[in-house]
């Protein structure tokens, strides 16, 4: 069931997943196409998400942005100071910007990294997590991962992990996507991509996120131009083949699942399995590992709110649920 729309509002608009947007050259959505969005999301009562691209929008887009409630994504290097400070979501793709920028106890901080930023640069999250009270940690080339960097990458979450637990036994509940979100969830609480929401491209047509945008070529993808990637427009019918597949129901390896933090990206799925409802041995692993990481969390902090008291998460010994279907 549709829940939101993400309205790109550029080319250049800032990545806020694992995908990269490569495009260089700004093309800015039309007026009637962003009406045509707020309006088919009004119908559908689906709140608003607008990503934006570094520059400042003229005056008219502002008026009709500001004419709904809604959510702002922007970069960390946006021009836009008033838009920037007061952004809901914060995308960082710099790591200079942990150093410079003026965090607010308000807004969700994005780090997009690549695994080798990561594992030489992890410490400055450190000092971030006293700043913030939220971080989501992306990784942008969780397809290149291997087995010496599951154990690095391993490494890295016990040391945050330490930190966490620190923050939180001295009152202060600071929120790392990768450790303590999975902690609160009893069930999935995945992406839902193509399911929970949709995105509406700067060329006026409707896609299944940013992602599918990023990679398309005349609304298919390039490396399997059978496969569709516009799925409609705002005032036409909407044509997505196989929906089902990205419901959890039809994901057999991910309905049985429990690391429910999971953001089960069906873009990334797609990309590695060539199926949206199959996930790849990277990102599973990456996804459980972080899971276990949380568990061994969770003990730390148990004894410092009393709200933690009921919540388990049960020891597993795989690290890939493909490895635990004993029908197969």
């Known amino acids: 069931m549709l829940q939101y729309l993400i309205i790109q509002l550029c080319d250049t608009s800032t990545s806020f997943c694992h995908y990269d947007n490569g ?24 709140m608003i998400q607008f990503l934006y691209p570094d520059y400042v929008l003229p005056e008219q887009y502002k008026e009709v942005i500001n004419s709904i409630d809604h959510n702002d994504i922007v970069s960390s290097t946006c021009e836009d100071t008033m838009l920037r400070d007061n952004a809901d979501i914060v995308v960082m793709s710099d790591w200079t910007a942990l150093s410079y920028y003026d965090f607010r106890d308000d807004s969700i901080y994005v780090l997009r990294t690549s695994k080798a930023d990561l594992f030489d640069r992890y410490q400055f999250i450190k000092d971030t997590l006293k700043k913030v009270y939220r971080l989501n940690i992306v990784l942008t080339d969780i397809d290149s991962f291997n087995e010496s960097d599951y154990k690095k990458y391993n490494q890295i979450l016990s040391v945050l992990a330490d930190e966490v637990a620190e923050s939180f036994n001295h009152g202060n509940g600071v929120q790392l996507n990768v450790l303590t979100d999975r902690i609160v969830l009893n069930r999935m609480n995945n992406c839902e991509a193509g399911n929970s929401h949709l995105t509406l491209a700067p060329d006026g047509k409707l896609y299944i996120c940013p992602a599918f945008y990023a990679e398309h070529k005349d609304g298919k993808d390039e490396k399997y131009p059978e496969y569709e990637y516009c799925i409609g427009e705002p005032q036409n019918e909407i044509v997505l083949p ?13 309905r049985t699942c429990d690391a429910y933090h999971c953001k089960r990206c069906v873009w990334l799925s797609k990309k590695l399995t060539l199926e949206v409802n199959t996930p790849s041995h990277e990102q599973c692993v990456v996804s459980h590992l972080e899971r276990n990481m949380s568990r061994d969390l969770l003990e730390k902090i148990r004894n410092s709110n009393e709200n933690l008291s009921g919540i388990e998460i049960p020891a597993i010994d795989y690290l890939d649920p493909f490895d635990n279907r004993k029908e197969w």
């Open 23 to 46: 495009k260089v050259e700004p093309r800015l959505i039309g007026l009637d196409d962003l009406k045509k969005g707020i309006k088919f999301a009004m119908k559908q009562n689906l």
């Open 242 to 254: 196989n929906a089902n597949l990205y419901k959890l129901e039809y994901s057999p390896l991910c």
